[in-house]
Each structure stands twice: as C-alpha cells, then as structure tokens.
C-alpha cells in the first residue's frame, strides 16, 4: 500500500513536468508571434512609404513632362506668332491695274500730268497686328529665357509688363521675371519678384510656384525660417498641388 502511494505519487511530479514547460513553451510562441506581428506592420508601413515616394517621384516626373510640353507648344506658337507679324508688315498689291503704254506721236510734245497721289488706306479697327504684339513680345521674352539668356529675358518681359499690364499673361511675366533672377542666383531680387506675383495676381496660377520658389530662394540664402514659412504656406494653401508636393520634400531637407 506504501509503496502504490510513493508510485502514484511519482507519476504525478512527472506529468507536472512536461505542462510546465508547454506552458512556458506557449508563452515563448506569443511571445515570437507578437513580433512577428510587429515587423509586418513595420515591413507593411515601409512599404507603404516607400510606394508614397514612388507616387510622389512619378507625380513630379510627369508635373515636369507637362512643364517641358508646355515650354515647346509656346516656341512653336512663338514661331506661329512671328510669322504672323512678319506676314501683317509685308507691303499689300495694288488694287487697280494699269496699263503701261508707250505715248504716241500726238502726245510726246504735250505736258506731262503730275502723278495722282493715292491717299494712304484708314487704319483698320481691328488691325491684326495689334491683337498679335502682347503675345509677340511675351514670346521673344520667353524664348530668351529657354535660351538661358535671362538679361535679356528679363529686360523684355519687364518691357511686356510696361506695354500690356492687364493681359492674361502679365502675372506669368513677372513670374518669368522671378524665375529669371533665381537661375542667376539673384536670390533677392528673385523673392522681390516672386513677391509682386503674389501680392499683384492673388488668383494666378502661378502663385503657389512663387510661393514655392520663394521658399526655395530663402533657404539658398540660408534662412531658413524664412524659407520654412513660404513652403508651409504652399502646403495649408494649396494642400492637393504638386507644389505641395514638394514643398514637403524641401523641407525635410531644411535644418
């Protein structure tokens, strides 16, 4: 009977064993899940992020095959312009014929008449070349500018905001302007321009880019409280733009 109760007794402390260790074994296995859990959500949000830059990389590419697209229909309407204007200054045929003749006998001894004066043609109200010249002069500016002479550009588009300050393509002339001066690392003077952008044509298309170029411009002179504050304006006011975009990814490169 003592001896049942020592065997019996025995079997119990060895099946107590083998559940202590499942059991730790189980919480090892929670444990291993639980991370593993954990790096998929991290490779999940990696990946993610990385698909975010792709998007972002490919919006940009395709921001700049549009910009590109842009800068060629506007030579060769610059060239469709020049022809134009060339074609309006060519000297028009005469209306009427008249017949050459040789004067006869009779008439060799008489006086010659003074040649009748034709009284110039009016003006046109809607002369053709008038409607032409803003887009004319916009054009050579814009032309310099492609050509990377930005003196140049500079000066005619300043002469086109001179002669046509309310056209539809003022407000992208001073941006020009802006742009201009930055590619000559006239810094200064290119955030003064950008400014008249926005401040002059609030509702132009072209004011998140000089927000953007403003920002830009300040942190190359290294402010970059300056260059913080226009890039975060760029973001709250134009949230869904390609400037936003990447006034984003500027200033994750501000210190």
């Known amino acids: 009977m003592r001896l049942s109760i020592i065997l019996l007794f025995g079997v119990i402390l060895a099946g107590c064993v083998p559940t202590a260790d499942f059991k730790d074994l189980r919480a090892e296995v929670r444990e291993v899940q ?56 060519r000297p028009e045929p005469p209306r009427g014929r008249e017949s050459a003749r040789i004067p006869g006998p009779a008439e060799a001894g008489e006086p010659k008449a003074p040649p009748s004066v034709e009284a110039p043609p009016k ?25 990377g002479n930005y003196d140049l550009a500079i000066t005619g588009f300043e002469e086109f905001l001179k002669k046509f300050p309310g056209t539809s393509l003022t407000p992208h002339a001073q941006y020009w302007i802006g742009e201009s001066y930055y590619n000559k690392n006239a810094y200064r003077q290119a955030i003064d321009a950008y400014g008249r952008v926005i401040t002059n044509y609030p509702k132009s298309d072209k004011v998140a880019p000089a927000l953007v ?36 990814r500027r200033l994750a490169d501000i210190k």
Request: proline fraction near 3%; hydrophobic fraction near 40%; glycine fraction near 4%.
């Open 123 to 147: 003006p046109s109200s809607a002369e053709p070349l008038a409607a032409l010249a803003p887009t004319v002069v916009y054009n050579q500016a814009y032309n310099d500018y492609l050509k």
């Open 34 to 89: 639980a991370d593993n859990r954990k790096l998929k959500a991290e490779q999940e949000q990696a990946v993610k992020t990385a698909d975010l830059a792709k998007k972002l990389e490919s919006l940009e590419a395709k921001v700049e095959g549009l910009r590109i697209a842009q800068q060629g229909f506007d030579q060769k309407l610059g060239e469709l312009l020049r022809q134009a204007d060339e074609a309006s200054r």
């Open 213 to 248: 170029k403003s920002g830009l411009a300040y942190a190359e002179m290294g402010n970059a409280a300056k260059a913080r504050e226009f890039l975060n304006q760029v973001i709250e006011r134009y949230p869904q733009s390609a400037e936003a975009a990447l006034a984003k």
